[in-house]
């Protein structure tokens, strides 16, 4: 359902359960206020992404509301782990820029709904009811563009990022991210739980896809997808 179709409130005897996920402490609580006064009831916030899917597997959320661009991990793969850990969760991202680019991703990873952080707080309550009900929320102020890649699924026949770019698997998204956040091998190996061979094995074959030779490479590559911000 795209913005401006539904707006009567939600149907549900109890509120919904939401959890907040955005690396911005005056965000989050900014969010949690106004959405409390909505009639929701924020479970938990988060200020990563890993820290979300820990609370998204121990909670069960209705819908979960990750920011784009998180530490650790960001949103659009978060949502990828959150499905498989709480599957009747439903995400939406929040983000900064109207940008397309990461649309097909995060159809694949499971996101729900779309919504741009300049648009009010009616706009995401609008989101959370729709998404709740298993239908697609595209914010108003969103491009064209966003909408086409939302409604026509573009990018989910194995098609990869930005340019026709391979398509990572979501474990050389997480490592390319941590690379370029600057983690070492043995942070990214504690981090993801895996081996320090594990790590560098994923960091070789998302070069090797890319044709990326240097970390610096990797570096403006998670910046285009919007991965990190720089």
Known sequence: MLAGVRTSPP???TPLRVLLADDHAVVRQALRALLELHGFEIVAEAADGRAAIAAAGRLRPDVAVLDVAMP??????????????????????????????FVPVALRAGVRGFVLKRQGIDDLV??????????????????????????TG???????????APRLSPRERQVVQLVAEGKSTKQIAELLDISAK????????????????????????????????P
């Open 11 to 13: 149907s549900h005897t």
């Open 72 to 101: 650790n991990l960001n949103g659009v793969d978060a949502a990828h782990e959150i499905s498989r850990v709480a599957p009747a969760t439903r995400v939406i991202l929040l983000s900064a820029v109207d940008d397309s680019h």
């Open 126 to 151: 609008h989101a959370i009811q729709e998404v709740s009900q298993g239908r697609l929320y595209v914010s108003a102020g969103v491009s064209q563009a966003v909408i086409d890649a939302v409604v």
């Open 154 to 164: 573009t990018g989910g026949d194995g098609a990869g990022g930005r340019d026709g």
């Open 198 to 229: 594990t790590a560098d094995f994923h960091r070789g074959r998302a070069m090797d896809k890319l044709v990326i030779h240097d970390t610096a490479g990797l570096v403006r590559y998670a910046i285009r997808e919007g991965m990190i911000v």
